[in-house]
């Protein structure tokens, strides 16, 4: 047999490997390394390291077979690791009970060495995994386009996508994403419904990639968008049908929500809304990308431009028995110090994979690939000091069994969708996702594509440990703890087809009300209970849709803790409150909260149920609001606990506390009372006005409430600079509210 030099070489190269592999000791940790300067066939020593991520787990593996079963560390070496498929790491990738038995058996060892699989970075490197492709061969577009406006002739450079892509919905440069290019605004000309939309004269069109355009519509409510392929156009009548259902009516907002400019509908990925800058446009049929480079090469040509190629990038993923009590997680996988970018944003492309799949109002999707770090099935993993940026979809999400996972130090910046998502099975009795730790992450200018993602998100997931955190610039709420999909919900409604409804009694199921006592026999099933969420810091929220808040909680379960955050300078029109308790929403106590230069058109905190509000800092709103500085609304709020408060009013003054019942409620269904509260020792002031609480307190006595509370300054010892504490002689003492320092709460120092 004859071999010629590229055979003898591949054969040498595997022999070295080989011999690499089983030389190893198996009673020493795993160490290997990756580089991008590397090759895969080398032996993965830092001499010789990896060129591949995927190389390096295949060595692991091979290693354990052989009996190793010590900690492995992957360090990963300076530069862009790319991932063309979603790397998949598996139960044979994390601890095992093997293992366990192992590591304990061997002399010497007296405890279990965690993580048992660890990827990170070599130290003082940063190492970037990415899905990014770079696209090459760009070409000025010299032939007058009859489509691009005129100032953007010449401007526009065309070419050909990377083998193996046939679409995608975000593209990067060196400095970021790049914006798809987005046509003027327009609203609704009249009331449509989820698949259709009436448009003014020449807003949509038949345009030659009609299948790569995409309608971005708020249909009908504040607190949604939704991106939409369109299936059919007809110019003449101004109607289009899109390919997928909306998650509601498409038609004109209701007078009272917010919009930057009027306009609640527009269409994006055409060749005539290219007028400026840093957008783009895939037609998908001609195979074709077209781009205004903002940051071109000398010769004016794009450079750097990277089309991802999936939207998550690693998933790690246990045995998932859906239908069944139990899963098995994979256990001890460890991210730390590397840096996430590139993952596409995964689009709504047909309602077999979307109707009824939609969590609170099609926030996001149910156990569906949405963010670069994906855990399904999981326990004891960590993500610390990663950095997840410039990416289409969100950062890390936790999906179905989840528990003793940590994400700490991390940094979530420029992504299209969330920050971190923790999201256990839907209403039944399977309780699985719970006990994590979400601890000091900076997370901000978030939601930057769908507007309504929140910063962190625990749906149907308990006990966790959200604290620290330092919150900003986002299009929607912060923080959000909900489920909010009842057992009654019909499959193809929000979150219809979560529902374990083989787990629930039909008498449950058919006698849903959104009452306080028919939630207690439904808090079973709505497992978001018993969060701690505290010491964090929101600024600068709800920035792009309506009706968000700083932190929000509604159709969760019981013992909620909302301690000690700072939530402050939340200055768009568009936020009604800074903490909202919302419908089917009860047993949350809201605790040592600073709520300081706020707009809050309704309220500052709200509370639909039975909920404690003690000992919270309301200071300088930037408006009266509506309802009331804290606001009770539609249903019986009986038994709630109000202590301890100081409300300090905007000078226009405003109720301190408002009964805001729905409209046309009649008393047997339960109104929202002021007098069924317990009600005592708040502190009132009002800086213009001293007889501002007159009427309340006078009020309230007769009920037997408010018979401590006073109207006085509360002595701050330095408001304007952030001190809360109180000054000498403070009435506030007097009442035995506490102090609040608000040094300690966000990002540790």
Not at 179 to 188: C, L, Q, S, T
Request: overall charge negative; some cysteine.
């Amino acid at each position: 047999m004859r071999l010629n030099i590229r055979s003898i070489q591949v054969i040498t190269i595997g022999l070295l490997l080989f011999l690499a592999l089983s030389g190893c000791d198996n009673n020493k940790p795993i160490e290997l390394y990756v580089s991008i300067e590397g090759n895969d066939h080398a032996t993965g020593a830092i001499t010789n390291p990896f060129a591949s991520i995927p190389k390096a787990v295949e060595a692991v593996r091979a290693l354990r077979a052989k009996g190793n079963h010590y900690p492995a560390t992957i360090y990963l070496r300076e530069g862009k690791h790319q991932l063309t498929q979603t790397l998949v790491l598996g139960l044979e990738d994390g601890l095992s009970s093997v293992a366990e038995k192992a590591i304990s058996e061997k002399p010497g060892a007296s405890q279990l060495v965690q993580p048992y699989l660890k990827f990170a970075a070599y130290p003082g490197e940063e190492p970037v995994v990415s899905s990014g492709i770079p696209i090459t061969g760009w070409k000025r577009l010299e032939t007058d386009h009859s489509e691009l406006p005129h100032l953007a002739k010449g401007k526009v450079w065309v070419a050909d996508l990377p083998k193996g892509i046939y679409r995608f919905y975000t593209l990067y440069d060196e400095k970021g994403r790049l914006n798809r290019a987005r046509a003027e605004g327009f609203v609704p000309t009249k009331d449509g419904d989820k698949r259709t939309i009436y448009f003014p004269k020449g807003k949509i069109k038949k345009w030659d990639n009609l299948k790569d355009v995409e309608l971005n519509i708020r249909p009908r409510r504040a607190w949604a968008i939704n991106m939409l392929p369109i299936g059919m156009v007809d110019e003449e009548k101004g109607m289009a049908k899109t390919k997928v259902t909306a998650t509601y009516e498409m038609s004109p907002l209701s007078a009272w929500v917010h919009t930057k400019d009027g306009c609640s509908a527009w269409i994006e990925n055409t060749l005539e809304a290219m007028d400026e800058p840093g957008e783009w446009v895939i037609n998908s049929e001609t195979r074709k990308v077209y781009l205004w480079p903002s940051n071109p090469s000398e010769d004016g040509a794009p450079k750097g431009i990277l089309a991802p190629s999936v939207t998550e990038l690693i998933r790690v993923e246990g045995e998932v028995d859906y239908s069944g009590k139990r899963d098995k997680p994979v256990v001890g996988i460890v991210f730390s110090g590397i840096t996430f970018s590139h993952a596409d944003r995964r689009a709504w492309l047909d309602d077999e994979d979307q109707l009824g799949w939609g969590m609170q109002h099609d926030w996001d999707m149910f156990d569906r690939p949405t963010a670069a770090l994906r855990f399904r099935g999981a326990e004891h993993c960590q993500v610390i000091n990663c950095k997840f940026v410039n990416s289409g979809g969100s950062g890390v999400r936790f999906d179905l069994h989840a528990q003793q996972n940590k994400v700490e130090d991390c940094e979530f910046a420029h992504l299209g969708e969330a920050g971190i998502l923790l999201a256990g099975y839907g209403p039944g009795t399977k309780d699985v996702n719970h006990h994590n730790s979400i601890i000091n992450n900076h997370i901000h200018h978030f939601s930057e594509i769908t507007w309504h993602s929140p910063g962190i998100w625990a749906w149907q997931s308990g006990y966790n440990h959200i604290a620290h955190n330092y919150i900003h610039h986002s299009g929607y709420a912060a923080i959000m703890l909900t489920n909010r999909v009842e057992p009654d919900r019909k499959v193809n409604g929000e979150g219809g087809r979560t529902v374990r409804h083989h787990e629930i009694p039909k008498d449950i199921i058919h006698n849903t009300k959104e009452t306080y006592e028919n939630w207690k026999i439904r808090e079973k099933y709505n497992h978001s209970r018993h969060n701690v969420v505290e010491y964090n810091e929101i600024s600068h929220s709800v920035q792009l849709l309506s009706d968000g808040n700083g932190i929000y909680i509604s159709g969760a379960g019981t013992g909620n803790m909302i301690c000690y955050n700072y939530i402050h300078n939340n200055e768009e029109h568009s936020m009604p409150s800074a903490i909202r308790c919302d419908d089917d929403q009860h047993e949350t106590t809201i605790y040592g909260n600073v709520l300081a230069n706020n707009y809050g058109f309704a309220a500052c905190i709200v509370s639909k149920g039975v909920n404690h509000v003690i000992n919270n800092f309301i200071v300088n709103p930037l408006v009266a609001p509506r309802y009331g500085y804290v606001s009770y609304e539609w249903v019986s709020v009986k038994g709630s606990k109000v202590y301890n408060n100081i409300i300090v009013s905007h000078p226009e003054g405003g109720n301190a506390h408002g009964e805001r019942p729905r409209m046309n409620q009649k008393p047997y269904d339960g109104l929202p009372l002021l007098a069924e509260i317990e009600m005592d020792s708040n502190l009132y002031y009002n800086p213009t006005n001293n007889n501002w609480m007159n009427k309340h307190l006078t009020e309230m006595s007769k009920s037997g409430n408010e018979q401590a509370s006073i109207f006085a300054d509360p002595m701050f010892t330095d408001i304007n600079n952030g001190d809360f504490s109180f000054k000498e002689g403070s009435p506030a003492l007097k009442l035995g509210i506490e102090p609040l320092d608000i040094s300690k709460m966000g990002l540790k120092k």
